[in-house]
């Protein structure tokens, strides 16, 4: 946001932040929100090239709607099940910690 729409609305009664800011997060809570945000948009890249959602979770022995929810960055999702997924498409750890590394 630019400076100028920032001081308008702050005039105007508006209070101007971040996301973190207004949810109260700790920064180890913005940074592991980022960290899944990342594995999920990544997973749903290769996974696009590679298979359906539905081929996916049959490796995983889980559901398609698992998998979508993995990809679109669902709050229920766990970190183990988005590295197993990106796993299962060929990501090497190294990949997967070059993911994690680009955050922040």
């Known amino acids: 946001m630019d400076e100028a729409k920032r001081k308008r ?10 996301v973190s800011e207004f949810l109260e ?3 180890e809570e913005a940074a592991l929100i980022e960290i899944k ?3 999920s948009r990544n997973l749903k890249e290769r996974r696009q090239k590679l298979m359906t959602q539905t081929e996916l979770a049959e490796k995983l022995h889980s559901s398609q709607p698992r ?3 993995a990809e679109n960055g669902d ?5 183990e099940l988005l590295i197993r997924a990106m ?18």
């Open 9 to 18: 609305l702050e005039e105007n009664g508006w209070k101007v932040g971040t």
């Open 25 to 27: 997060l700790t920064t």
């Open 37 to 39: 945000l990342a594995l």
């Open 67 to 69: 998998i979508a929810k």
């Open 75 to 79: 709050a229920s999702v766990s970190i």
């Open 87 to 104: 796993l299962a498409t060929g990501a090497t750890p190294q990949e997967i910690g070059k993911v994690i590394a680009q955050v922040g």
